[in-house]
């Protein structure tokens, strides 16, 4: 009778090319939440830290409370008296290896021509200069053009971004008076365009199911009658050999 062994194995496979499979788009897509996890560290020079100074930590507005915008709209108001001097992005965790990512630290430095002034930033990310707000960040203060006044956002998208290459905005608003008083985008900063990123809903590595049939039974039980019946003959036919050779001697 025949029998059959089956061995499943369970493979989990990488593949460059999901990536093509993937659904782009330059938002959000519908009914699907952008979601993003942030942690922010503000950085405060060394020699204003002391208690003299209040630490101002409220937050002004409300994610929620804003609405997707063109560039064009985010940079059509500047100030002087307030800059960037740099932004700087760094892209980790790519869980189906396909080159987009689903976490990355953000980090920019802002400075003022004033001692000391408060604003908060609102961090947008977009495709094809439309970008939707991602997080606010608290109030905090600029100390002149100290380097040691930075924000740091460690970032998670978990839903609602599709595999894409993103760029990202940075809004500054003065504390006091709510007035945008500088930008720095994609346009300004190489390191903030074209970052290929996707949320944790689309990271997700692919899983195959691979089967591998052998055949035994039967044709095992044929294959080693045939070489029994094989090396019977070849010592019938010695023997035989054998005796002839002795009657003739």
Do not use: C
Request: net charge negative; charged share 20%; proline share 3%.
């Amino acid at each position: 009778m025949k029998s059959h062994i089956t061995h499943y194995l369970l493979i989990t496979a990488v593949f460059a090319s999901l990536s093509l499979f993937t659904p782009q788009a330059t938002a959000s897509q519908p009914g699907n939440v952008a979601v993003v996890s942030v942690t922010e560290t503000q950085h405060t020079p060394t020699l204003n830290s002391d208690k003299s100074v209040k630490k101002i930590t409220q937050k002004k507005v409300e994610l929620a409370s804003l609405s997707a915008k063109s560039g064009e709209q985010l940079r059509s108001t500047q100030s002087a008296d307030y800059w960037f001097y740099d932004a700087w992005v760094t892209l980790y965790t790519d869980r189906d290896y396909d080159g987009y990512f689903s976490a990355f630290d953000l980090e920019f430095d802002a400075d003022t021509h004033y001692y000391r002034a408060p604003v908060y930033a609102i961090v947008y990310l977009g495709t094809e200069d439309y970008y939707e707000p991602f997080h606010v960040t608290d109030v905090f203060e600029l100390y002149n053009d100290s380097s040691e006044d930075g924000v740091l956002l460690e970032n998670e998208l978990i839903t609602g971004y599709p595999s894409n290459d993103y760029d990202i905005l940075i809004e500054l608003i003065d504390a006091d008076t709510d007035v945008h008083v500088a930008t720095i985008d994609a346009y300004s900063d190489a390191d903030l365009s074209y970052q290929s990123m996707e949320s944790v809903d689309y990271d997700i590595p692919a899983t195959r199911e691979v089967v591998i049939e052998s055949h035994g039974g039967s044709w095992g039980l044929w294959t080693s009658l045939m070489l029994l019946l094989i090396i019977i003959s070849r010592r019938l036919n010695a023997n035989a050999l054998s005796r002839k050779s002795n009657k003739v001697s």
